[in-house]
C-alpha cells in the first residue's frame, strides 16, 4: 500500500437522534485515517436538504472538510444558489455535484437538466470557491445510450470546469483502469478517484447494483450467495475482496480512494488495516 495513499468517506444524513449518535462514532472511529474530506449525501425535498446542511455543518465543526453533495434535477437557478450561498457563508469548500435521480412521475426537471450544466452554473455564480467533484461510472451509466456517449457526457462536466470525479464502485477492477484510459484518450486529465464499496450483506448489495449498473461478477455473486444468513463469513469474505480491489489501485499508482460507508466504520478499518 501506498503510504501516500488519501482517504475520503461518504456518509448519508442520519435521520433518527440514534442514526445521528451512530454517525458520529463512524466518523470518530474514520478520522483515524485523516481522511481528506467527509462528503455527506443530498436529496430532493427541503428537510433532506437540512439534514445534509447540519451533518455538513457538524463534520466542519470537528475539524475536518465536509463536502455536501448537491443535486440539481427539480431545483430552480435560484435555489441552487440560495445553497451556494449558504454553503460559501459557512466556509464549505468542496461539493459534490450530481444531476440527481429522476424522481418517478416528474413532469418538469427543473432548471437543470444535465450534471455539466449545474457545474457550469457554480462555476459562473461563484468561480473558484469551490472544488467540484463530478460522477464518473467505469462500467456506464444506466441511461447511457452506448459506452462512448457516456464518455462524451463525463468529458462535457469535466470541461464544465470539474476539478476531479469520483467513480460509481466496480468489483472488476479492470472496468476502472479501461474507464480512466478511454477518459485519457479523450483528453481528460482531471482525477478519477475509484469509489469503493464494501460488502456488508448480499441482498442490499445486489438491490443497489441493479439500480446503479454497476455489475457484481458471476464468481463474486455465487460466492456471496453460498455464504446464506451467515453475515461474519460473508463480511470476512468481503473484506478481503475489497482489499484486494484496493491494493491492486494503489499498485497501480492510484492514490486516492473514495468508501461509500454507509454510516459504518468497521469492516472499511479492516479493509484499511489489511492494505
Not at 59 to 83: D, F, N, T, V, Y
Not at 210 to 232: F, H, K, Q, S, T
Request: hydrophobic share 40%; net charge negative; glycine share 8%.
Amino acid at each position: 500500500m501506498n503510504n501516500k495513499t488519501s482517504f475520503s468517506f461518504e456518509f448519508f444524513p442520519p435521520k433518527t437522534a440514534e442514526g445521528i449518535a451512530n454517525l458520529r462514532q463512524a466518523r470518530t472511529q474514520l478520522a483515524e485515517f485523516s481522511p481528506e474530506f467527509f462528503s455527506v449525501t443530498f436529496g430532493a425535498g427541503g428537510s433532506t436538504r437540512d439534514r445534509t446542511m447540519d451533518t455538513v455543518v457538524e463534520i466542519q465543526g470537528e475539524g475536518s472538510e465536509a463536502a455536501p453533495h448537491i443535486s440539481c434535477i427539480s431545483s430552480s437557478k435560484q435555489e441552487i444558489r440560495e445553497l451556494l450561498q449558504a454553503y460559501q457563508a459557512k466556509g464549505i469548500k468542496r461539493l459534490v455535484t450530481l444531476r440527481g435521480d429522476i424522481p418517478s412521475g416528474e413532469v418538469s426537471v427543473g432548471d437543470f437538466k444535465y450534471a455539466n450544466e449545474l457545474v457550469s452554473f457554480i462555476r459562473a455564480e461563484t468561480g473558484d470557491w469551490f472544488h467540484l467533484e463530478v460522477a464518473a461510472y467505469p462500467e456506464f451509466h444506466p441511461e447511457a445510450g452506448s459506452a462512448q456517449k457516456d464518455l462524451e457526457n463525463f468529458k462535457r462536466k469535466i470541461d464544465a470546469g470539474a476539478d476531479s470525479a469520483i467513480t460509481q464502485y466496480f468489483y472488476n477492477v479492470d472496468a476502472y483502469f479501461r474507464f480512466v484510459e478511454a477518459a485519457q484518450t479523450l483528453g481528460i486529465t482531471a482525477p478519477i478517484i475509484p469509489g469503493i464499496m464494501p460488502i456488508y450483506n448480499y441482498t442490499q448489495l445486489a438491490r443497489f447494483s441493479n439500480v446503479c449498473g454497476a455489475e457484481i461478477p458471476r464468481w463474486l455473486r455465487m460466492r456471496l450467495e453460498a455464504y446464506g444468513d451467515d453475515l461474519a463469513s460473508l463480511r470476512a469474505f468481503g473484506v478481503d475482496v475489497v482489499a484486494d480491489i484496493c491494493r491492486k489501485l494503489s499498485e497501480a499508482g492510484i492514490d486516492k480512494m473514495h468508501f461509500y460507508t454507509l454510516n459504518q466504520a468497521g469492516i472499511i478499518g479492516q479493509i484499511i488495516r489489511q492494505l
